[in-house]
């Protein structure tokens, strides 16, 4: 009897249907990715172009009138993105980009002319530039100069490429670099003036004998004057 019960009950049982889970991504999944994937495509994009045009730009700003421009076409190219898209069809990453473009032409700094260290030697017409160690004035604590040395003059300027000493080669007496207690002195004497530039540091001997064999190289020494022989009596 307890066969036939069982029988009984392995035939009218049915076992239950097992669920097999979709492997195929959703249309609201799979749209995710590509718009996370043209973002991402979209920054790193944007990022190698800022590289590569920092340094044109930073160039560009040295001037005031193409800065001027930029910034105005930048503006104007923001503008458009924020307008156009909105009037002519949907799409809300252009006016995005273009509002921040706008922004960035408002909020860019003004130009900022930059003198290297070239165009001012050659405006001075510099023939070499040397480190001048630090410089003191009267009542104004030191500051860090280089030596412009001209054929005609020597100029310290300071790292705003403001003259601080300038010296007419043609009375230049003497220039000796010595050690000091605490750094190495180099003192330019000229007419009935003297100024001492000061080097520190563990290459404090090296600059200042450069800038010593600098300036004997434009020193003008004298040429003695030989006796003349008296011209024999007859």
Sequence with gaps: MILIFRRAVLKHYTPPERTVMSTTPTPVASQQETTTTRLRNFGLGALFAVVLLLPRLLNLRRDRRSWLAFRVLLAIAGASLV???????????????????????????????????????????A?????????????????????????ERVWALDSHQHPLLVIPTAEISSAI??????????????????????????FAEHLARVAES???????????????????TA
Excluded at 119 to 124: G, I, K, V, W
Excluded at 127 to 138: D, F, K, P
Excluded at 177 to 185: H, K, L, V
Aim: aromatic share 8%; hydrophobic share 50%.
């Design 127 to 151: 023939i070499v530039i040397v480190n001048g160690g630090s410089y003191e004035l009267e009542d104004a604590p030191p500051s860090m100069v280089r030596l412009f040395v001209c054929p």
């Design 214 to 232: 600098t300036l004997h190289a434009v020193i003008h020494v004298p040429l003695p004057v030989l006796p003349q022989k008296r011209a024999a």
């Design 177 to 202: 670099a010595s050690e000091s207690a605490s750094d190495w002195i180099v003192r330019i004497r000229w007419a009935e003036h003297t100024a001492d530039l000061h080097y520190r540091g563990i």
């Design 83 to 125: 307008v156009l898209p909105i009037s002519l069809w949907n799409s809300w990453h252009a006016a995005i980009a273009g509002l921040a473009m706008f922004l960035a032409a408002t909020l860019l700094p003004d130009a900022k002319p930059d003198t290297t260290l070239a165009d001012t030697a050659a405006r001075l017409g």
